[in-house]
C-alpha cells in the first residue's frame, strides 16, 4: 500500500530479508550466503539491506535465532492440533510429527548451518544457546503431546531416544526424499516403544 | 627417496590429494573445497594435480568414495579388536564404538559433504551409492560384533535404531565436543538394550 506507514515498510523489509536468508542458507548453504546476494533475491536495495543488518554475521544471528524460533513454533501448533485423548495423542501421531520435524527445509537449514558453524566461529555463541533451547522445547513440546511421566528416569531416556533418532532419520532427508522411509519409521518404532513402555495406555 | 620408480610417486601425490581433499572438506565444508587449494595444502603443483584429477568433480568422486572406505576399514578393525566372548562382544563396547564412528572427523567430512551437495546436484549419484553400502557395511559390522540373530524381526529393528541413534547423536558433535554425552548415552542405551532384548546373552 502506499501509505503504508514507513515503520510498516521497513519492518516487512527487514522480515523479508530473514526469510530469504534462511530459505537461501538451506539451498546453498551457510558460505554460500551473503548480504548482497540475499538482497538481490529478496528485491531490497543493498543500501537497504545494509540498514537493517550492517554486517553478514548481524543478518545471520538473526536470521538464526528467528529459525530456532519458527521451528518450534510449527511444532508446536501441529502438536497441540493433534487428537489427544485423556492419555495423550497416539504415540503414531507424535513419532509422525517429531520425525517429519527433523527432515523439513527448516531442519535441512539448521545441518547447513551446523556444517558452516566448522568455518565460521563467530557464529557459535548464537548456534549453541538457540540450538539448546530448541532441543528443550522439541523434548517438552513431545513429552506434553504423548503425557508423559516426567519424574520417571526410564521415560525421560525414552523421549531422548526418540529425539535421537528422529535427528538421526532426518539426516538422511538431506538427501533423499524420506517420506517411505519415516512412515515405515513411525510404524517400528510405535509398536517397539509399545514393547518398551505403556506410553499410549 | 630421489631413486623412488615414478610410478610409486605418482600413487603417492594421488593419495595426498585426497587425503588433504578429506580434510579441507571436514574443516571448510565442499564449497570452500578446490582443486587449486587442494593442490597448494598438498604441496603438489596445480598443473601435477590436475592431472591426476582434471576436474573438481573427478576429485571428489573419487575422495567421497575413499571416505566410505575409510570410515568402514577403521570401524571394521575396531570392532574386530573388540574382546568377544562366544556371544558377542559387550553392548556397552559395541554402542561406544558406534556412537564414536558418527562423531569422528570422517563423519564430519560426511556431514559437511551431504550439506554441499544440496548445491551440487552432480554428486550426488556418487554419493547416495557410497553412503548406502556405508551404511549397510555399518549394519552388518554391528549386527557381526553382537552375535545378533538376524532372522529375528525384532533383532533387525534393534539394530536399525541404534545407527539412527548413532546418526543422531553425531549431528551434535559438529558443535561441540560430545565425548561425555556419548559416555552418558553408551551406558543409557546399553541398559535400555537390556530391557528390551538379550542381546548380551
Not at 27 to 39: D, F, M, N, Y
Not at 175 to 194: F, H, I, N, P
Request: charged share 25%; net charge negative; with cysteine.
Amino acid at each position: 500500500m502506499a501509505n503504508e506507514p514507513k515503520q510498516d515498510r521497513s519492518r516487512e523489509t527487514r522480515r523479508r530479508l530473514l526469510e530469504c536468508t534462511m530459505r537461501m542458507v538451506a539451498e546453498r548453504g551457510l558460505q554460500g550466503t551473503t548480504v548482497g546476494l540475499v538482497a538481490e533475491e529478496a528485491g531490497v536495495s543493498r543500501g537497504a539491506a545494509q540498514h537493517h543488518f550492517p554486517t553478514r554475521e548481524a543478518l545471520m544471528k538473526e536470521a538464526i535465532d528467528k529459525l530456532a524460533h519458527e521451528r518450534t513454533t510449527a511444532l508446536s501448533e501441529a502438536m497441540a492440533a493433534l487428537d489427544a485423548g485423556p492419555g495423550g495423542a497416539p504415540v503414531e501421531d507424535v513419532l509422525r510429527l517429531l520425525f517429519r520435524e527433523f527432515s523439513n527445509d527448516l531442519f535441512h537449514a539448521a545441518v547447513h548451518i551446523w556444517a558452516g558453524a566448522a568455518a565460521e566461529e563467530s557464529l557459535r555463541d548464537v548456534i549453541l544457546p538457540a540450538e539448546a533451547t530448541y532441543n528443550r522445547r522439541v523434548y517438552e513440546l513431545t513429552a506434553a503431546a504423548l503425557h508423559a511421566d516426567l519424574s520417571d528416569q526410564h521415560t525421560r531416556r525414552l523421549i531422548t531416544m526418540l529425539l535421537d533418532i528422529a535427528r538421526g532419520l532426518g539426516l538422511s532427508s538431506m538427501l533423499v526424499d524420506t517420506a517411505a522411509q519415516t512412515e515405515r519409521a513411525v510404524a517400528a518404532y510405535s509398536r517397539m516403544l509399545g514393547s518398551i513402555a505403556r506410553l499410549d495406555d
